[in-house]
Every structure is written in C-alpha cells, then in structure tokens.
C-alpha cells in the first residue's frame, strides 16, 4: 500500500501571517484521516499546501514527504501527476461536458502517477448515481452530484494520496453519509485519504484517525475511539456536556 503521509514543520503564511503552524501530521498507507476545525482554523491552508496549490501563492516552509520521497519542492502539478491529488472545497467539474466526458478527460496526464487510475466501469460502481447522469452535462447536476463527479475525476489520475477539502458541504444529511460512506469503500480498498470535514458527527463514523486544528495548530489527534473521549471535541463538536 502506498501513500504514506508525513509532514514536519510545516509553516504556511500569507503576507506576514502565519496561517499554519504544524509541527508534525503523518497519515498512514491504506487510512483515512481527518481535520477538523472551525472557519478560519486553516484547513483549507494545511490541505493546499500539501498538494502546494493554491490561488494566493502563500509561503511555504517544511518538508512534506510521500511514501519517503521529499515532495516539498515538487510544483502542484507534478505532485498531481506523482499521485498527490486535491480535490478543492467548491471545486467545479466541467459545466459544458457530461459526466462522461468529464470523467475521460484529463486522464492521459495521470500515467506513471504513484497510484492506480480507476476505471470507467470501478467508477460507476462507486457511483451508481453517475452513471446514471452519465449523459448528463455538469451544469445540469446537483451538489452532491457534482461533488462525486469532482472525487471520480480525482479517483481518474491515479492518486496513490487523495486530499478531499470538505467535500460534504452544503449537501443534505443522506448524502454527506452516502458520501463518506464512499469514501470508507475507497480507503477500505487501500486508497489513503486525508479529509477535511466540519461534519465531525459524521466524519467520526467512517475515519481512522481525527486532528484537530485549531488557529492554525493541531492541538490534538489520535485514534477515533480515543478522540470521541476527549474534552476538547466533545466540547466543542459533539454538543459538549452530553455521555
Ligand atoms: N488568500 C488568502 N490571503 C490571506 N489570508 C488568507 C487567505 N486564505 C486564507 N487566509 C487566512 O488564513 C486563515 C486560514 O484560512 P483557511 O485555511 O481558509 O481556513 P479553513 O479552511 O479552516 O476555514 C484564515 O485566517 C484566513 O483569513
Ligand atoms: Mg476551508
């Protein structure tokens, strides 16, 4: 299993703020881990700099490194086409195409990327749903449609690490648990995920380990069974005082 995630020092700053501070975050091969943390914490910060994309062109200081290999001075696109694939909060999919031409193209970039590309026919199986859409142009989906349309896409380029950057947001109840149900299915199936998510109720169901950040710090993390325990999460996510 590949996909091993480990990152030290990491400083990400815009102007002369400093956004994100982390000292240490490892993600292991074939595991699913996630960040949680309020607006402005610094998720998107953290999971950006990881796949060193972002519109805003922060500094970055620190080594991130992929299964041993340092990534830190790797551009985004080639730690895309290395298998280190982001999926942005709010991301878009091709409006004007449909969800099969979506998810056909692209493709050609990702060989010799750590990872596995899934299949047409793999995708359709994890998303029953697009395939029905399959005919359908990008413009005519819903949210949650475009949101596993933008995951497929991703799943598409052979990613041996996929980043997801809150991919439930704005979607209905059912679909964020169908949507991280999927995402288990992918990890259970030796993909390695990091997942930001504010959905914490619902991440918890289906995450391996859980980090906390918080003003740009991770001031806690650990296994899921010992993270529903502490404090500072039942505090502040689990409706504090309850159990
Ligand atoms: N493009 C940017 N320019 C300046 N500051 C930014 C930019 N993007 C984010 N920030 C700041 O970095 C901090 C973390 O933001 P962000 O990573 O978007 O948090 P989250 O994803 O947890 O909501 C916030 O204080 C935010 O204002
Ligand atoms: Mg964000």
Redesign the pocket.
């Known amino acids: 299993m590949s996909g091993r995630l480990e990152i030290r020092d990491l400083r990400v700053a ?2 002369r ?1 400093i ?1 994100v501070s982390v000292d240490h975050l490892g993600v292991a091969p074939g595991t699913l881990a996630t960040v949680i ?1 309020a ?7 953290l999971i950006n700099a990881i796949a060193n994309w972002s519109r ?1 062109a922060p500094r970055l200081s620190g080594v991130i490194t992929v299964d041993g290999e340092d990534f830190s001075r790797v551009s985004a696109c080639d730690r895309a086409r290395r298998g280190v694939v982001l999926v942005p909060e709010g991301r878009g999919v091709f409006m004007g195409l449909t969800v099969e031409e979506n998810l056909r193209a692209g493709v050609g970039a990702a060989r010799g990327a750590g990872g596995r590309a899934y299949a047409l026919a793999e995708i359709y199986d994890l998303f029953p749903r697009l395939y029905e859409r399959r005919r359908n142009v990008g413009a005519a989906l819903s949210g949650g449609e475009r949101q596993m349309l933008a995951i497929a896409r991703a799943l598409r380029m052979a990613p041996r690490l996929l980043l997801l950057d809150e991919p439930s947001i704005g979607l209905a109840p059912r679909l964020v648990a169908l949507l991280l149900a999927t995402i288990r299915t992918l990890v259970d199936g030796g993909l390695t995920v990091l997942l930001v998510e504010q959905n914490v109720v619902a991440a918890l169901e289906v995450t391996d380990v859980l980090y906390l950040l918080e003003r ?1 710090r991770l001031i806690a993390g650990g296994s899921v069974a010992a993270m529903r325990d502490d404090p500072r999460i039942i505090a502040a996510y689990l409706g504090g005082g309850h159990g």
Do not use: E, H, L, V
């Not at 607006?39 to 910060?45: D, F, Y």
């Open positions: 815009y102007d703020a956004a943390g607006n402005g914490a610094g998720k998107s910060t805003a740009g």
